[in-house]
């Protein structure tokens, strides 16, 4: 492949963010990986402790996730005892149970962890100012 080809793809969305996607991943996975549970699943427990009752579609929509992804992440950490599903009525709600309201503590360690980590590498200015980038970027491509 040539070089004009190879700075090409430095120029492409597509290629950029999945590139840093990678990155962030793989620093994220090794922090997270002291709470014994991915940092997806990591996100959905942080919400469920933050919001008990929660729904599946609520947490669908916070995560941004497909609802049959978010099912799967529940019933997973369900089996691990950290979480549980009450009827009530038509809904499904889920709660924290005490072992899941524990892991917090390790699961913000680990937050702050991957946060100390990129912002060490990018700067504390630039980390928030990319992410604030990037959000308003997928909320923009999302609608459009």
């Keep these: 492949m040539t070089q004009d ?6 120029h492409c969305l597509y290629f950029t963010a999945n590139a840093l996607a990678r990155a962030v991943t ?13 940092p997806s699943y990591a996100f959905l427990m942080m919400l469920v402790n933050e919001t008990p009752g ?7 929509e916070k995560l941004a996730l ?9 019933d997973t950490l369900a089996r691990k005892g950290y979480l549980e599903k009450r009827a009530e009525g038509k809904l499904s709600r889920i709660y924290s149970t005490k072992k899941g309201k524990r892991l917090q503590k390790t699961i913000d360690a680990a937050w702050q962890a991957l946060h100390r980590r990129y912002s060490q590498v990018l700067g504390e200015k630039d980390s928030r ?3 604030q980038t990037i959000d308003q970027a997928s909320q923009k491509l999302e609608a459009g």
């Excluded at 929660?54 to 669908?60: F, G, P, R, Y």
């Design 129 to 131: 100012k990319l992410a």
């Design 54 to 60: 929660i729904t599946q579609k609520e947490l669908a």
């Design 5 to 10: 080809r190879c700075s090409v793809f430095h």
């Design 26 to 38: 793989r620093m994220a996975e090794e922090e997270f990986a002291l709470a014994g549970i991915a």
């Design 66 to 74: 497909a609802p049959s992804t978010v099912t799967r992440f529940v």
